[in-house]
T-cell receptor, first 110, second 115 residues
Framework: KQEVTQIPAALSVPEGENLVLNCSFT??????LQWFRQDPGKGLTSLLL?????REQTSGRLNASLDKSSGRSTLYIAASQPGDSATYLC?????????FGAGTTVTVRA | GAGVSQTPSNKVTEKGKYVELRCDPI?????LYWYRQSLGQGPEFLIY????????DSGLPNDRFFAVRPEGSVSTLKIQRTERGDSAVYLC?????????????FGPGTRLTVT
């Protein structure tokens, strides 16, 4: 059974600092990995999707890397802003279903 | 175009009652998924439909839970004899295809509270 772990569980940084969020998974036989953002009481917003053949994906201030062989992904958020405060979830897809981590809750202090 | 929609957005019910949660996937998406998210945790897989049939229902916690997708589009998750432990956010997602690297698109969820 796929196990997904996110460290740290919570993170608080001052505005402008770069954020580094980690995700690890136990079974490397995945099709892709997705990073999501979730605001309190809201649904999931997809941020980046990395196919298993890719090493990284970038969108604006966000960059995600994938090392499938070691079972790790990292989400980098450059120059954080208070609006980046949210919970960030990573999910790996094996065949058809997604297995999620518990998330990292980020607070960016103004 | 329209995304995945779910109704109701919130549902409060008494212990022992029956509830139905509805999901409208993105038009043309053949695959549909239900997940459940408990407080402070990531979503957990419940069931996967490819077309009208449930290809994998291994995530349903027990036989009080059942889901249908009779015409290969809208899906309904049904919970009988609800228990307080069923309180969670129920998320629906759809994708163009099932197996493989297709991206899943999520709806806003239904928050179920069992009192």
């Amino acid at each position: 059974k796929q196990e997904v772990t996110q460290i740290p569980a919570a993170l608080s940084v001052p505005e402008g600092e770069n954020l580094v969020l980690n995700c690890s998974f136990t079974d490397s036989a995945i099709y892709n990995l997705q990073w999501f953002r979730q605001d309190p009481g809201k649904g999931l917003t997809s941020l980046l999707l990395i196919q298993s053949s890719q090493r990284e994906q970038t969108s604006g201030r966000l960059n995600a890397s994938l090392d499938k062989s070691s079972g790790r992904s990292t989400l980098y958020i450059a120059a954080s802003q208070p609006g980046d405060s949210a919970t960030y979830l990573c999910a790996v897809r094996d065949d058809y279903k997604l297995s999620f981590g518990a998330g990292t809750t980020v607070t960016v202090r103004a | 175009g329209a995304g995945v929609s779910q109704t109701p957005s919130n549902k409060v019910t008494e212990k022992g009652k029956y509830v139905e949660l509805r999901c409208d996937p993105i038009s043309g998406h053949t695959a549909l998924y239900w997940y459940r998210q408990s407080l402070g945790q990531g979503p957990e897989f419940l069931i996967y439909f490819q077309g009208t049939g449930a290809a994998d229902d291994s995530g349903l916690p027990n036989d009080r839970f059942f889901a249908v997708r009779p015409e290969g589009s809208v899906s309904t998750l049904k919970i009988q004899r609800t228990e307080r432990g069923d309180s969670a956010v129920y998320l629906c997602a759809s994708s163009l295809g099932g197996a493989g690297g297709y991206e899943q698109y999520f709806g806003p969820g239904t928050r179920l509270t069992v009192t």
